[in-house]
Structure formats: C-alpha cells, structure tokens
C-alpha cells in the first residue's frame, strides 16, 4: 500500500467517476484503475461497487477511505512540518469544508485560499445538510465543519457527534433573528413578532432523509409557530431570491455579508427567548492541517 494509490482510491470517491479522477491526480485511467485493483488485493476488501451506473464507494470502502483520508492528511502535515528544500506547502494542496449555509463561512474560506492559493490547490466547500455535515468530517471528507446547536436539537446532535468521534467548539451563540427584504413591510420594525410572519413565506433548507426539526437549519419549526406558508430550497441563493421575490424570511443568528449577499437582505431581531450556538466540528485528536488552521482563525474574525 502506498500513499499515491491512498491518493487515487480518495479521487475517485471524491469524484464518483474514474475519468475525473484521473484527472485531478494526473493518471491515465488505465493506470488508475490498475492501482486501486492492485490496493484492493493487497487489503483484501472492495472498495468501489463498478457498473454502468458508475462507481459507488462500498460499505467498508467507506471506513477504509476514513483512514485513508486520516494517513494522507498527517503526511501533508509531516511534509509541511519538516521538508528543508523549500517546497513545504507548494504541493497538492487540500482542504475541504462542510457547513450550514452561513455567509462568514464563505468568507473565512476565501481568506485562506487569499492566503494559502498560490497557482495550484484542490479546496472544496459544501454548504449541505446537517446530517451530512457530520458524516462529511467523520469520514474526513471534510477536514471542518460548522454547524449550530440549540436547545431544541442540542441532545440529539451531541449525541451524534459524540457517537462519530468528534469534538463541537463553541463560535458564537446569539438571539434569534428573522432575514427578511429591506422592501419587506416588516423591515420598518425594530423587533419581529413571531405573530407578525404568518402572512409570509418561512424560507427553510430542506434534510432530505433527515427532514426532522432535530437537524432542521433553522431552530424554529412550522410546529413551533402559526406559519401557513412553507418553502423548501437546497441553496442560499435560491433562498434570498425567493426573500426578495416574495417578501419571504428565515429565521437564524442575524450574521449576514452584504459583501456576497448584496444590500438587499436585512436582519432583525426576534421577539424570542431561543439561542443558536454556531460552532466548528472536527475529529477528536486529530491534528489540524495550517489551512484548518487558518480557516478556524478566519471564522473567529468574521464573526467577532
């Protein structure tokens, strides 16, 4: 086993598709496909399902590339720690986050690849569901993750993060806020009501599987409030233009960028007595690469 077919089998679970995979480590197919067959032997398990369909990661595929993403992780780390000839860092450079859709954590992510970049990096952000969130960092497919705890799903998500062998560390916790359209009638209020949003449009990101209030992104549900109007979206940006478009809200921690998102969208406080705590996942005793790093110090500015 060596780390380039580590390398290789990571590619391809990444990228589902051998054809991208080979391109993103610099192989041809063939020589791709003969290494993780070759890994595959040495380790005596399968690691990828092939079909027509394309290539899906097996049941202990899927644990042995946690490893495999732990091993490549601390070899960066040892490169950057000790190489003498100068070419510490200037390698493959990878990171990856998984977050709720927060605007700070776009922002601390273009403050790394502003400081760390250069010509040549492989970084991924995924602004996704909750529950992938964890799955995304105990199987190391992210290095981070941030996501909020409240007191209504705190329990359960303790529990979830504790079962996958990660550690929760607090950002910040804040009273509840409604986004909302500056053209919103609502916008002239100092302080929202919750009586005062049942004639709008409650915006949420849909869980998929895990549709539940327990990893539902926002920490008021339709059962906690008269909301008649109920949208579903996948991204931010779906989400702000039906705020704009149909004089709709969301409800989170009132942490908005005006620099990605435009002038368009306001916060304003929720007559409310629930807090958010938004805070960063990671591996229990896992060292952190420079760019984990520097994204965690990133947030902490964004934020403040």
Request: charged share 25%; glycine share 6%; net charge negative.
């Amino acid at each position: 086993m060596t780390l380039q077919q580590l390398k290789y089998a990571v590619a391809v679970a990444d990228t589902r598709n051998i054809t991208e995979a080979s391109r993103r480590v610099y192989v041809s197919q063939p020589s791709l496909t003969a290494a993780i067959r070759e890994l595959e032997t040495e380790m005596g398990i399968v690691i990828f399902s092939r079909s027509n369909k394309g290539v899906t990661v097996t049941n202990e595929g899927d644990e042995f590339l946690s490893y495999a993403r732990q091993v490549l992780e601390q070899a960066n780390l040892l490169e950057d720690r000790f190489k003498k000839d100068g070419s510490a860092g200037s390698g493959n450079k990878i990171f990856s986050v998984s977050c709720q859709h927060y605007s700070f954590a776009v922002n601390a992510f273009v403050d790394v690849i502003r400081e760390f970049g250069g010509n040549e990096y492989n970084f991924t952000l995924r602004e996704t569901q909750t529950h992938e969130i964890i799955e995304d960092v105990s199987h190391l497919k992210s290095e981070i993750g941030v996501l909020y705890l409240s007191g209504r799903n705190q329990n359960v998500i303790s529990k979830l993060i504790k079962k996958n062998n990660l550690q929760f560390e607090e950002l910040f916790t804040a009273p509840l806020h409604v986004f909302i359209s500056k053209k919103n009638p609502l916008a002239e209020k100092e302080e929202i009501q919750l009586k005062d949003l049942e004639p709008y449009p409650y915006l949420t990101y849909e869980q998929g599987d895990f549709n539940s209030f327990y990893f539902a992104e926002e920490p008021l549900t339709e059962v906690d409030f008269d909301c008649p109007k109920n949208i579903q979206v996948r991204d931010r940006a779906t989400l702000f233009n039906l705020l704009i478009g149909l004089d709709g809200y969301t409800i989170c921690s009132g942490i908005i960028s005006h620099e990605l998102n435009g002038p368009e969208i306001i916060a304003r406080p929720l007559a409310c007595d629930e807090h958010m705590m938004v805070g960063i996942l990671t591996r229990r005793g896992m060292i952190l690469s420079r760019y984990a790093a520097s994204y965690i110090e990133a947030l902490k500015r964004h934020v403040r």
